[in-house]
């Protein structure tokens, strides 16, 4: 039980939800960009949700099922198709045998998430499937995928094999004709307004910085990748030049470098850093913006801890919901 | 301090801050020093013998000690402020500390080949300073450093404990490639680099030691609270220790 990869595409890795742990020793945490969509993707499958899948931008890799597979693929519409025909995503869709996956234009998002059924059998590295791209370890040798990888399939779980016998053999794939509540996961808009909470060194802001933050449009550069998303408008000052001891940094950081634009922290963020940590995205909202893409706009809203913290909860919640939607949905079949 | 509650009666020592929404900092103080730094390591180890429900992992550094959380975890999915809670759980924690011995150091020895093609700044070195290259390798090898915390690469270790007499600027263009295991300086600073990586740093010499081991249960050679001293070896040593390291690490 094999995917080949037929041909490469920009930059696909395979991620699981991280590797924690280790960053006491300066090893990163790796993981998905949008740790929603990797979740959701492997719950449409019956996956654990902190499986490995394919993370893959645009232009996305082409894929070949060697043998009967179940797929689910979430995150942004890179506009999939299984052999040249438009596949729906945000739910689970068998594939038959030998079927090509290939994707075209981006539609919307940046990060797609392709989980199989069993997810992958490669070798754990401390404790992880993440791919660390600039270690070389994690993941498929440690490195992007290439053009003629094959990758292993682990042991899908059971109740999907017998649901491979129930289905038509003459389509290249057959789609579920349902999908989770439209509610239950993010919706991404074109210019995010993205909800963050002070950073332990808000207050080294001038006080017209710290009015910019919270009202002016900032672009994300071409500098935007899974380190960071490098970011461009109304350059953000201290009140006085601050000299750090470094601490630790995290996925949604936002640091100010000296000459004053701001760069958000995400998945392959260094461990400890020495800017100044004038903010930080809430992790509700980490998924907005890990898929709003380099020129694109953003503004910041302030919001206290408490709220940021429900925002966390709920969406736990919604992804509780939706794994026990799942569940019912297995006892029908 | 037989009362109960006497962690109440403790004048605090530490701050605790939020970092985001899923991570607290407990700050120890405000400046690098050997007092602190006890205290973050003590703090550290504490918390990592007695881990709650819902801890994720640490971050030790020069002041300060990161706490990452699950808030569905520690809020019971909810019933509870999650901020709150990981507070609550940190204080027997804090208290523990408080009361605790100071922890032994490891010391471990870096041998490294100073000079020639593997330090090729060991000269800019020496002349900045106004020293013999051999001075500033004596300089280098005699004291002894503290590992204050691991960042910025896999096993990169922070130290202090440099001479002030051997320090010197970065380069003004950083090397597009250091390789791995080059010790170098940069300000009061020196490090050794774990993997090849983009650098700034003026390079003295090399190490054939693995700083960065991901397939060993223990990844990072060094770890926040050792001692480190260098040791000066041969090219000879160098390429056949470089030999030994690299076999039985992979």
């Not at chain 1, 995917?3 to 991620?15: F, N, P, V």
């Not at chain 2, 120890?28 to 990592?48: C, M, P, Q, W």
Request: contains cysteine; glycine residues 10%; hydrophobic residues 40%.
């Amino acid at each position: 039980m094999s995917l080949h990869i037929e041909k490469s595409g920009l930059q696909a890795t395979i991620q699981d939800l991280g590797r924690f742990g280790h960053q006491k020793e300066g090893i990163i945490v790796s993981g998905p960009m949008d740790r929603v969509a990797l979740r959701m993707a492997n719950l449409l499958v019956g996956n654990p949700e902190h499986a490995a899948v394919i993370e893959t931008v645009a232009p996305g890799p082409a894929i070949r099922f060697q043998k009967d597979t179940l797929i689910a693929l979430t995150g942004a519409d890179l506009s999939p198709a299984i052999a040249g025909v438009p596949v729906k995503m945000n739910r689970p869709v068998l594939v038959r045998q030998h079927a090509l996956l290939e994707f075209g234009a981006p539609r919307a998002g940046v990060y797609t998430y392709l989980a199989v059924a069993g997810s992958f059998d490669l070798p754990q590295v401390l404790g992880s499937l993440a791919t660390y791209l600039r270690a070389g370890i994690g993941g498929f040798g440690g490195r992007a995928l290439q053009t003629g990888d094959v990758l292993p399939l682990g042991q899908a779980p059971a109740g999907f094999t017998s649901l491979l016998r129930t289905v038509p053999e003459t389509a290249a794939f057959t789609p579920a004709t349902w999908t989770p509540d439209h509610s239950l996961f993010p919706v991404h808009q074109e210019q995010p307004k993205l909800r963050a909470v002070r950073g332990p060194e808000y207050d080294l802001l001038t006080s017209n910085s710290k009015g910019y933050l919270w009202s002016e449009k900032y672009q994300i550069t071409r500098q935007a990748d899974r380190m960071g998303y490098h970011l461009y408008g109304t350059p953000l000052a201290m009140a006085a030049p601050a000299e750090l001891i470094s601490s630790a940094v995290t996925f949604g950081t936002i640091q100010v470098p000296s000459e004053g634009n701001p760069i958000v922290l995400m998945a392959d963020h260094q461990t400890t850093g020495g800017y100044p940590r004038i903010a930080q995205v809430i992790t509700a909202d980490l998924t907005h913006l890990a898929q709003t893409g380099p020129g694109k706009l953003i503004t910041f809203e302030e919001v206290t801890l408490q709220e940021a913290q429900q925002h966390y909860l709920q969406q736990e919640l919604n992804l509780e919901i939706m794994k026990k939607g799942i569940e019912l949905k297995r006892l029908f079949t | 301090m037989g009362e109960k509650k006497s962690e109440l009666a403790i004048p605090a020592s530490y701050q605790l801050f939020p970092l985001g929404d899923a991570a607290i900092v407990v700050k120890f103080g405000d400046n690098i020093g050997y007092d602190v730094h006890t205290k973050v390591r003590a703090f550290a180890a504490s918390l990592e013998a007695h881990p709650f429900p819902g801890f994720v992992e640490l971050v030790p550094a020069f002041t300060t000690v990161t706490v990452y959380y699950n808030p569905w975890v520690v809020s019971h999915k909810g019933h509870f402020d999650p901020y709150q809670s990981v507070i609550d759980l940190l204080l027997p924690v804090l208290t523990l500390t408080h009361n605790q011995e100071e922890l032994p150091s490891r010391l471990i020895e870096i041998p490294v080949c100073y000079g020639g093609k593997l330090g090729p700044d060991l000269e800019f070195v020496a002349e900045h300073n106004q020293l013999s290259p051999e001075e500033v390798v004596k300089l280098h090898t005699a004291a002894e450093y503290l590992v204050f915390m691991i960042g910025f690469a896999p096993g990169f270790p922070y130290m202090g404990g440099m001479d002030k007499r051997i320090s010197a600027p970065r380069k003004a263009t950083p090397r597009p490639a250091v390789p791995q295991g080059s010790v170098g300086i940069a300000g009061t600073q020196t490090g050794v680099y774990p993997l090849q990586t983009p650098g700034g740093w003026q390079l003295i010499g090399r190490s054939p030691l693995l700083l960065f081991r991901p397939f060993q249960e223990l990844p990072s050679l060094l770890r926040a609270g050792d001692k480190v001293r260098f040791v000066s070896i041969s090219e000879e040593e160098y390429l056949y220790t470089t030999k030994l390291a690299h076999e039985s690490s992979y």
